[in-house]
């Protein structure tokens, strides 16, 4: 166990739909990553927050939104959703005062948009 | 030019014996870091070991060791006494930057699935 938590853990949709996944990060971690994972595109970086401030955008599309909160935890918003949104959303922590910056991923969260 | 290149799609192995997964990475930057993580079936992904750029030394945890060649630019993991469950997808990742910042992400190859056979 990680100590990152994302739910839901499934997630089943239809096109056009607007989801939300919601990632609460290890305690004491400012950092927030998310990623997707599809067959296509394999592991990709969408966004990182720190502390609440966007601090690195990725290959995120302008359909997707993420925010961080101020307890942390995090939220990756999903709107008009496609069949090629179908993949797995990894959520990742990290502590910055650690050495090498660890990022510990959730469980995932596995969207199917039909 | 992908970052991150893992070329073997697919590696067996036999239980017991050593097996080594390659990458091979693209930077342009002095400081970085790599990392290598192992996605079982059941999908979570676990983080094996690092090497940090300015490491002398190559990084080692338990049975997994990186082979870390910086001229040659390329990290690869060292399994030895291959387990069963060992079998899972292996992924080789990149932080492009100094260790201790507040933002950067991890660039993953496309992962190679090894297969431990009994």
């Known amino acids: 166990d990680s100590g990152v938590t994302q739910t839901p853990k499934h997630l089943i949709t239809a096109t056009g739909q607007r989801v939300t996944l919601r990632c609460s990060p290890r305690?004491?971690?400012?950092?927030v990553y998310w990623y997707q994972q599809s067959l296509d595109q394999g592991l990709q970086f969408l966004i990182q927050?720190?502390?609440?401030?966007?601090?690195a955008k990725g290959n995120i599309l302008e359909r997707f939104s993420a925010q961080q909160f101020p307890d942390l935890h995090s939220e990756l918003n999903l709107s008009s959703l496609e069949l090629g949104d179908s993949a797995l959303y990894f959520c990742a922590s990290s502590d910055t005062s650690v050495s090498y910056n660890e990022q510990f991923f959730g469980p995932g969260t596995r969207l199917t948009v039909l | 030019a992908q970052k991150i290149t893992q070329t073997q799609p697919g590696m067996f192995v036999q239980e017991k014996e050593a097996v080594t997964l390659d990458c091979t990475y693209d930077?342009?930057?002095?400081?970085?870091?790599l990392f290598w993580y192992k996605q079982p079936s059941s999908g979570e992904m676990i983080f094996l070991i690092y090497q940090g750029s300015y490491d002398e030394q190559n990084a080692t945890e338990g049975r997994y060791s990186l082979n870390f060649q910086k001229a040659r630019k390329s990290a690869n993991l060292v399994i030895s006494a291959s387990q069963l469950g060992d079998s899972a997808m292996y992924f080789c990742?990149?932080?492009?930057?100094?260790?201790?910042?507040?933002?950067?992400?991890?660039?993953f190859g496309k992962g190679t699935l090894l297969t431990v056979n009994p």
């Open positions: 930077t342009s930057d002095q400081s970085y870091g």
């Open positions: 990742a990149m932080r492009e930057g100094p260790s201790g910042g507040s933002n950067y992400k991890l660039t």
């Open positions: 927050y720190y502390n609440g401030e966007e601090r």
């Open positions: 305690s004491g971690d400012l950092s």
